[in-house]
């Protein structure tokens, strides 16, 4: 799953949950309304995501995410990097990549909850596709979960 629509938390003091858009028609066993990802089968499954972050302040800032599973933060599955600051009049950016492995029952959601400490200029984006040389779009969130054998 992915989205290109640029997403801020919703103000200083509020996390917020990543909200994915595009679904990969050839899923199976999981499925995705909003920032709710539904896991239909008990198994234990790898999730991996990664956020292309952009700042467009001139200081560096924190993004924290963390996986939440039926409503409540997983134990220690906190990640926190830091955005490089806008420099030379272009945005800062990087991508914030991780994998988790958790066992699932039928029934279970999993969400992406994520914190900066500016929740005005820093967002999760999508960059534009290139045009020389030409490549593809980065969109702003991915998430995949590969379940077990």
């Given at each position: ?19 994915f858009t595009n679904s990969d028609p050839g899923s199976t066993n999981v499925s995705v309304a909003g920032s ?113 054998a």
């Amino acid at each position: 799953w992915s989205t290109t629509a640029a997403q801020n938390i919703p103000g200083p003091l509020l996390a917020g949950t990543v909200s994915f858009t595009n679904s990969d028609p050839g899923s199976t066993n999981v499925s995705v309304a909003g920032s709710s990802i539904t896991f239909a089968k008990t198994c234990v499954y790898n999730m991996q995501y990664s956020l292309q972050l952009v700042n467009t302040d001139t200081q560096l800032h924190d993004v924290y995410v963390w996986f939440i599973k039926n409503g409540v933060a997983i134990p220690a599955s906190n990640s926190v990097t830091s955005v490089p600051n806008k420099h030379g009049g272009i945005n800062g950016h990087t991508i914030l990549a991780l994998n988790f492995v958790a066992s699932l029952t039928a029934g279970d959601t999993i969400q992406l909850g994520w914190w900066t400490d500016d929740s005005v200029n820093v967002t999760i984006s999508t960059v534009t596709p290139g045009v020389g040389p030409a490549m593809p779009v980065s969109p702003g969130a991915i998430f995949t979960a590969t379940q077990s054998a």
